[in-house]
Nanobody, 128 residues
Framework: QVQLVESGGGLVQAGGSLRLSCAASGRTFSRYGMGWFRQAPGKEREFVAAISWSGGNIRYADSVKGRFTISRDNAKNTVYLQMNSLKPEDTAVYYC?????????????????????WGQGTQVTVSS
């Protein structure tokens, strides 16, 4: 079992920044991949970013590339999502997720169904 708890969401003006955190517990954090997804009202959950075990391999959705940065601190069992130059269309509930099946150097995938555990989500609202 893996427990994931997101934090750091909130209300920010367009052009601003937020840093989301996801604290993990229950399994050896350094031995699984992590991802961030988001879901806006009336829309499907969409991939944002993912990171391999050690953080050496990363993948981003085109919509956030150059603005968002995913990172992890295995000593703190935490994955982060630094979000800069935020836009109103970034407004959504953001979820972190764990992929326990992915191999060490492989970046987890872009499909939500491949992830094993999910956090409860944190709301990000970007005003125009």
């Amino acid at each position: 079992q893996v427990q994931l708890v997101e934090s750091g969401g909130g209300l920010v003006q367009a052009g601003g920044s937020l840093r989301l955190s996801c604290a993990a517990s229950g399994r050896t954090f350094s031995r699984y991949g992590m991802g961030w997804f988001r879901q806006a009202p009336g829309k499907e959950r969409e991939f944002v970013a993912a990171i391999s075990w050690s953080g050496g391999n990363i993948r981003y959705a085109d919509s956030v590339k150059g603005r968002f940065t995913i990172s992890r601190d295995n000593a703190k069992n935490t994955v982060y999502l630094q979000m800069n130059s935020l836009k109103p269309e970034d407004t959504a509930v953001y979820y972190c997720a764990a992929d326990l099946k992915v191999l060490s150097t492989v970046v987890p995938g872009i499909f939500a169904r491949t992830y094993d555990y999910w956090g409860q989500g944190t709301q990000v609202t970007v005003s125009s």
